[in-house]
């Protein structure tokens, strides 16, 4: 069997006749009927709403330009072409450039010509252990152990 809850009315009882509530009653059914209005309301002629307006046209033809238009004859802009055009071509050389007198280009060179002449020693020298060898050494005809 289900428990019934009451619902009380808690609080100060509310008087539907004073101005608050009556206001409040009026707004909520132009809220309903959406009459409504927030804000400050809007100039259809002033400049920014033109411009809006302007905006809206361009991009629903396709013609929309954001920002600054673009100085093709400046510093920036000359550069960037310039770039590009490397780019393009497969010309443009990324990061810093090197040094050929530098000591570590020195050093990479004298390892490049070691390799081609097959002097250089690879991997790592071979680790000296404390192990002793012995070995089997015959002299005179006497076999002797040697540390």
Wanted: hydrophobic share 30%; glycine share 8%; no cysteine.
């Amino acid at each position: 069997m289900k428990k019934v809850v009451k619902v009380e009315n808690r609080g100060r009882k509310v008087n539907p006749n004073s101005a608050r509530q009556i206001r409040l009653k009026e707004l909520e059914a132009k809220r309903a009927n959406g009459e409504l209005k927030r804000g400050r309301p809007v100039n259809p002629n002033s400049v920014r709403q033109l411009e809006i307006e302007r905006k809206m046209l361009n991009k629903m033809i396709g013609n929309e330009t954001r920002g600054r238009k673009v100085d093709a004859s400046s510093a920036r802009q000359v550069r960037l072409a310039e770039l590009e055009s490397k780019r393009a071509n497969g010309e443009l050389r990324r990061g810093r450039p090197v040094n050929p007198n530098s000591a570590r280009q020195q050093r990479l060179a004298e390892m490049e010509v070691k390799r081609a002449n097959g002097e250089v020693k690879r991997g790592r020298p071979a680790k000296k252990t404390g192990k002793i060898n012995f070995e089997k050494v015959s002299i005179n005809g006497v076999d002797m152990i040697v540390a």
